[in-house]
């Protein structure tokens, strides 16, 4: 379980997040809404450890992240986080395989083993003959769902997920929006994703309403 408490984060004389206070259930897609301004992003980022909050703490599982140092942050990103962003960041001169392995790689595991690890969350993906294939040679759809498994190599304790279908066709929209309900029940993989797209907000296990730096 993720638990956020009492967050505050001001940029200058702006105050983005005005003392949320939110817990994030295990094994669970939620979806946080609200207009663009709202604060969503901020709190998905400092529930990522990407950024830190002025006061206020986030536990995982009974830790709080906000009282480690910069190299345990890292860390603890690398081995329990997963990301997935609107605009995927895959590095253009690696193939699909080699990006999924960069986490398994950075947290200390085996080229054999991260490969291993990588080639079976691809297939299971249905991008088993894609393995070889750089970003530039993979469709929009595809990319997104490398960034995906990427965000899963490390069994992380959730995935944290920015936009991810806002730069996708509606099929490729649709599949990987029943993605993360397929990982979710087969896998028990907890899925916290900002999002405008009505549809998944719909769909989602739980709905968080953001306006003004507040949760309504």
Do not use: W
Not at 66 to 82: E, V, Y
Not at 141 to 151: L, M, T
Request: charged share 20%.
């Amino acid at each position: 379980m993720i638990k956020v408490e009492n967050i505050v984060k001001s940029y200058g004389a702006l105050t983005v997040l005005k003392g949320i206070s939110v817990e994030i259930p295990d094994r669970k897609v939620v979806a946080i809404v609200g207009p663009s301004g709202a604060g969503k992003t901020t709190l998905l980022q400092i529930m990522g450890t990407l950024s830190q909050p002025d006061s206020g703490s986030v536990m995982f599982n009974n830790t709080d992240v906000t009282r480690m140092s910069d190299g345990q942050l890292a860390r603890f990103r690398n081995t329990h986080i997963g990301f997935v962003f609107q605009f995927h960041h895959l590095l253009p001169e690696f193939t699909a395989l080699e990006n999924v392995c960069m986490p398994a790689l950075i947290a200390g595991y085996s080229m054999n083993d991260a490969s291993k690890r990588a080639k079976e969350i691809l297939a299971y993906l249905g991008l088993s003959h894609r393995f070889s294939h750089k970003p530039s040679e993979l469709s929009g759809g595809e990319q997104q769902r490398v960034a995906v498994a990427r965000a899963l190599i490390n069994n992380p304790i959730a995935v944290l997920a920015d936009e991810p279908s806002g730069n996708l066709d509606s099929h490729n929209k649709e599949e990987l929006h029943q993605l993360f309900f397929n990982l979710r029940d087969q896998f028990g993989q907890t899925f916290v994703v900002v999002t405008h797209d009505k549809d998944l907000a719909r769909m989602a296990d739980l709905q968080i309403s953001m306006n003004d730096g507040k949760i309504l």
